[in-house]
């Protein structure tokens, strides 16, 4: 599974180390997700090495390419999260939270490509929306048609429907 994302942490001193990764599309292919047409990220360890456990410090910066939800269109979307995660020894059985891992007594390495690939695609937003359609700067045929199709605002005898005046109450 990913070899270069594996960190043998058995020869370390005690103290901090840092540790640089590259995550790109065939990371993702690694994974089968296909949402992104382009991902050039970096992704940044700092492992701080104690006597009985880790403390890894997830870095990601960088940028996916997305496709709008609304329009189509494709979009560039800034990705800047971290994560913390301590990794303790023992037996499985003991882990119940997702910012502790517990691994087997004796394990000499980690592999962190699941982590970075789980804040990643965590970090990405619900909504994929084109920032040109929140400031008014996309033209497209898919937006002048939706346009097109909203719903007017129903008048009563020439004058807004006095029904609506209660739902506005409401908020």
Known sequence: MLKEFTIPFVGLKDGKHEFLFTIDNAFFEHFEFTDFNEASLEGKIVLNKKP?????????????????????????????????????????SENNSDEILVIPEGSYQINVAQNFYEIVVLSLPLKRVHPGIEDGTLKSEILTKLKELEPKEEKLNGEKDPRWNKLKDLL
């Open 52 to 92: 009985n456990f880790l403390e890894l410090h997830f870095n990601v910066l960088g940028n996916v390419v997305l496709l709008c939800d609304v329009s189509t269109e494709l979009f560039n979307h800034e990705v800047k999260t971290e994560f913390n995660l301590i990794v303790k020894f023992g037996s499985s």
